[in-house]
């Protein structure tokens, strides 16, 4: 069984310009999250959606978005990029919501100079 | 109330030996804990998880003890190896407020094993 991908692993960015990650979860996982990781903060929930919905969401400012399609499929939108968005962003997929195992992604390296 | 403490923040252990980490919570609707293994370059992958109702899980040379009053619970790596080298992190998670994946993440805690 295929794990989580994410695509594109590394891209550099300029400071003002948007960004759109996407992640294909685990087939039959319903739900996907998102996560920010970085060396000053850790590991940080970004959002999670199920069945196309969004469930939740962390404290993250508004320009952080994401939306997930009919098949799972994720995607993760930042504008008007800062250089604090420099992370590595994880995506981690679910059968269902709530206290399931979790899998993750290799993660999308995202560099704002 | 929704920080998950970790420590120590970095170990070494020499190989064969026991690597203990500790993690500490304050919320008590907190009813699923896991633990992540990060190696660099990837994402962390989940060793081992437990729920409140048990004391103790053990999974191959990884085991969690849970110690519910106390608000603790912690990883020990059994016989360590070179190859158990990486950065674990404990989690936790909660159905307050709706049903949800959102995960609460400690600090991590850098392990080296020497041969």
């Known amino acids: 069984k295929a794990g989580v991908t994410q695509t594109p692993r590394y891209l550099i960015k300029t400071r003002g310009q948007q960004v759109t990650l996407s992640c294909s979860p685990i087939s039959g996982h319903r739900s996907v999250s998102w996560y920010q990781q970085t060396p000053g903060q850790g590991l940080q929930f970004l959002f999670e959606?199920?069945?196309?919905?969004?469930?939740n969401k962390g404290n993250f400012p508004g320009r952080f978005s994401g939306r997930q399609f009919s098949n799972s499929r994720s995607e993760m939108n930042v504008s008007t990029l800062e250089l604090g968005d420099s992370a590595l962003y994880l995506c981690a997929s679910s059968l269902e919501t709530w206290g399931n195992e979790q899998f993750f992604g290799p993660g999308t390296r995202l560099t704002v100079l | 109330q929704q920080q998950v403490k970790q420590s120590p923040q970095s170990l070494i252990v020499q190989k064969g030996g026991i690597s203990i980490i500790n993690c500490a919570y304050e919320n008590t609707a907190f009813d699923y804990f896991p633990w992540y293994q990060q190696f660099p370059g990837k994402g962390p992958a989940l060793l081992i998880a437990?729920?409140?109702?048990?004391s103790e899980k053990k999974e191959g040379r990884f085991t969690i003890s849970f110690n519910k009053s106390a608000k603790q619970f912690s990883l020990h790596i059994m016989d360590s190896q070179p190859g158990d080298s990486a950065t674990y992190f404990c989690a936790a998670t909660s159905p307050y407020g709706g049903a949800t994946n959102k995960l609460i993440f400690g600090t991590g805690t850098l392990l080296a094993v020497q041969p």
């Open positions: 437990i729920r409140p109702d048990v």
């Open positions: 959606y199920f069945s196309e919905t969004q469930r």
